[in-house]
């Protein structure tokens, strides 16, 4: 499964839970995780989506630690099997919309 097609059923599923789906794109600072989900609440989640056999590069890395760091959450999603493992813990943080 390709990367956008995983992008594209996981905002959805956002959306179904009352989040807001943000592309992250940030000038002059590469390496910045593929999704803001902001949901009520003030719950903000940084997603970096990969296929199952992605990797993430040595930037991409390095800017996980700065946000983990910042304490927020930060999460590395790879392949269909783990984008519905995290829709799954959403919906225990996230009350019903």
């Known amino acids: 499964m390709l990367e956008k097609d995983i992008e594209a059923w996981l905002n959805k599923k956002i959306r179904e839970l009352g989040g807001m789906s943000f592309k992250f794109v940030s000038p002059n600072n590469p390496g910045v995780p593929d999704r803001i989900y902001i949901f009520p609440g003030g719950k903000i989640y940084f997603v970096e989506l990969k296929t199952e056999i992605g990797r993430m590069s040595n930037i991409q890395k390095w800017q996980r630690e700065r ?9 590395l999603v790879k392949g269909m099997d783990q984008a519905k493992k995290f829709i799954e813990e959403l919906k225990h943080e996230i009350p019903a919309a």
């Open 67 to 75: 946000f983990t760091k910042m304490g927020c959450r930060f999460y």
